[in-house]
């Protein structure tokens, strides 16, 4: 326990905090007790940049159930048509979900408005949130020694043309990242993009546990600012230890990649996606108990990671 407190002292020192979430999409505890929802938000920019692309490219719900014995993470379509509030200047309507941080101006302001975009949808109050710079995690990845990732269909990077063959192969930073930037030519687009990402967060773990970290203080303390550097959180008042002493409990085997239940759809020569049926269930569900419940009533939606 002593190691756990420094370092979460030295995490503490390098990573940014801010309120990132809306005073209506967040919870009123401060504690862990009961299941928890957690907002990450991923960008290729760093949340305080203030160029013209300041769109979110990865939303996700980490679902932790009482017990903290397994986790959810489920997949928001960067497409989905939803009413964003009015917010600094913009007033308010119709867009896609990834847009919300753009109107928001990005950042903190960007995220409160995603978060609040979220909230309005899902009915869902969050217990923290995290702006992710993905771009940012390719140190972290390669300071870990790269992650393995398994590639289920062959994929031509729009990016960079290089081409992922099927199989499991070690990537590094960069390649993981051009790896679970692509949609195009997949079958399942941009849902399949989504799996990639959440394989990603999987990977990252595994390989942080097979580091072995705390036998190399000097990589630990490299890894622990870098991820601070990629990292602006906030923990809604619980101390930074005992939430990092909730995640180091769950078992390797314990990840579900969850999408929601959606489909796309053409409207006015413009590509969203919409809800199947409000979501067929799944935002009352983490909204309560009944995630593991709902999981294995809609296995069509849920992968294990």
Known sequence: ???LKTLSHRYDRTVTKEQLLDADARTDRTDLDGPLNYLLVGSD???GDSGPDQRSDTILIVHVPAGQREAYLVSIPRDLLVAIPPANGFGGGQDKINAAYEHGGGGQAGAQL???TLHRLTGIRFDGAALIDFSGFRKVIDLLGGV???VDTEVRSIHTNRVFPTGCHQMDGAQALDYVRQRYDLPGGDYDRQHHQQQLLRAML??????DLRSNPVKLDQVLRAVGGSLTVDTNGVPLEDLLL????LPPDGMRGVQVPSSPQTIDEVSYVV????GNGLFEALSGTRVPAWAQANPRWVTRL
Do not use: E, T
């Not at 595994?206 to 580091?211: N, T």
């Not at 809800?275 to 409000?278: A, K, Y």
């Open 1 to 3: 326990m002593a190691g």
């Open 246 to 249: 909730a995640l180091r409990a």
């Open 114 to 116: 995603l978060s609040a």
């Open 206 to 211: 595994d390989s942080a546990g097979r580091a």
């Open 275 to 278: 809800l199947d049926n409000g």
């Open 148 to 150: 393995q990732m398994c």
């Open 45 to 47: 920019r760093r949340p």
